[in-house]
C-alpha cells in the first residue's frame, strides 16, 4: 500500500485518541429482520454519536492531531451536515476557530447545528459553486487549515474506529455494508476489517443517483460525475478521493446501489420495529441488507448505521409518502 495512505495502526492511534471523547455506540439487533432475513444481522448505531453522525469521530481525530500554529490560525471545512457539525464541535471542545462551507440547500437542523457549536458558516450553491474552490480561498486568505469531509488521512483513520469498535464486539462478520459517499467511512471501515476480520466481504452502498464510486471501482480509476440529486443528502458527492479510492480498490468486495424508494422503507423500518430515527444517507447500508442486494441468508452481517441528523419535516414526509 501507498506509504502515504492511512493503515490500521492510525485507526488505532485514532481510537486512543478517542477514547472517552467520541460515545461507543450501541450495536442492535432485531430478532424480526433475522427471522425475515435468515441471517443475522448486527446495526452499529452511529445515529447515536455525538452530533447524531459517525463524522464526530473523524473530525475530532483530524482536529486533536494538528500542531498549535494550526491551532492557533483556526481550520475550515466543507460539509452538507454532518462534516460541519462534526469539525464544528470537535474546535468548540479543543478551542479552535473553525469556519464551514456549507451548501444553502442543507438540511437546516444540520446548519442550525453547526452555528449552534460555534462555527461561522459560509453558504454556497451546491449546482452553480464550487466548495472546494471557497474553502481553498479561505485558507489563502485567513491561513486556515483545511480539513476535507474524506480525503484526509486522520479523518480516514477517525471514521475507522466504528467498525473497529463492531467487531470487538461481535467478533468476526460475514459480510459488512457501509455508506458510501466520498469514502471516507468505507475506506477506514476497510482498514479496520482487513485487520480484525479479514474474511468479512465489504460492500459500499450508494445512492443509484450518485453511483461514482461503483463506477470507479469497476473501471480501476476515479470516475467523475455531475451532483446527483438523492434524498441521501450526505453522499451526494461528485468522485471517491485519492486516498479513499486506493483503499477501496484494494480491500472492498463490491459497490452496490440502493434506489431512495429502498431508503425510505429503511427508515420505516428503524421507526416502526426498532424506535429509531435514522436519516436516509445512513440507511444506505442498512437498505442493502433488508433488500437482499446481494444474498444474505446463513450470513453474520454487520451493518452501520451512519447517522440520524434528519429534518423533522422531511422526515414526516418520507415516512407518510404513499
Not at 482536529?63 to 462534526?86: C, I, M, P, T
Not at 474553502?135 to 479523518?155: E, K, M, R, Y
Not at 469514502?183 to 474474511?199: K, N, V
Amino acid at each position: 500500500m501507498n506509504p502515504s495512505l492511512p493503515t490500521y495502526e492510525d485507526v488505532v492511534q485514532a481510537s486512543q485518541r478517542l477514547e472517552g471523547i467520541a460515545h461507543r455506540t450501541p450495536v442492535t439487533t432485531s430478532s424480526s429482520l433475522d427471522a425475515r432475513l435468515g441471517a443475522l444481522v448486527f446495526f452499529k448505531c452511529e445515529n447515536f454519536q455525538r452530533i447524531g453522525a459517525f463524522k464526530f469521530r473523524g473530525g475530532y481525530n483530524a482536529l486533536a492531531s494538528l500542531d498549535s500554529e494550526q491551532r492557533k490560525a483556526g481550520v475550515v471545512a466543507f460539509s452538507s451536515g454532518n462534516h460541519a457539525q462534526a469539525v464544528a464541535l470537535a474546535a468548540r471542545m479543543l478551542d479552535i476557530k473553525a469556519t464551514i462551507v456549507m451548501p444553502h440547500d442543507a438540511p437546516a437542523a444540520k446548519k442550525a447545528a453547526t452555528r449552534g457549536y460555534g462555527a461561522q458558516v459560509v453558504e454556497y450553491d451546491r449546482y452553480k459553486q464550487n466548495r472546494e474552490e471557497i474553502a481553498h480561498g479561505l485558507v489563502q486568505a485567513q491561513g486556515l487549515t483545511l480539513i476535507p469531509p474524506f480525503n484526509h488521512p486522520d479523518v480516514i483513520a477517525g471514521q475507522g474506529t466504528a467498525v473497529k469498535e463492531l467487531l470487538e464486539e461481535t467478533g468476526g462478520l460475514d459480510m459488512l455494508f457501509v455508506p458510501l459517499g466520498g469514502g471516507g467511512l468505507l475506506s477506514g471501515s476497510l482498514l479496520a476489517a482487513h485487520a480484525i476480520s479479514p474474511d468479512c466481504a465489504v460492500y459500499g452502498v450508494e445512492p443509484e443517483a450518485g453511483n461514482d464510486g461503483w463506477k470507479s471501482f469497476h473501471k480501476g480509476e476515479i470516475v467523475g460525475i455531475d451532483t446527483p440529486v438523492s434524498i441521501a443528502d450526505g453522499a451526494l458527492t461528485q468522485a471517491l478521493g485519492s486516498l479513499t479510492f486506493p483503499i477501496i480498490r484494494q480491500h472492498a468486495h463490491d459497490i452496490v446501489t440502493v434506489s431512495d424508494q429502498q431508503l425510505v422503507q429503511a427508515m420505516r423500518f428503524f421507526a416502526e420495529r426498532m424506535k429509531m430515527v435514522v436519516e436516509p444517507t445512513g440507511c444506505l447500508g442498512a437498505a442493502a441488507a433488508l433488500s437482499e442486494i446481494v444474498p444474505v441468508k446463513g450470513k453474520r452481517i454487520g451493518v452501520l448505521l451512519s447517522g440520524g441528523n434528519v429534518d423533522l419535516a422531511a422526515y414526516s414526509a418520507y415516512l407518510t409518502a404513499a
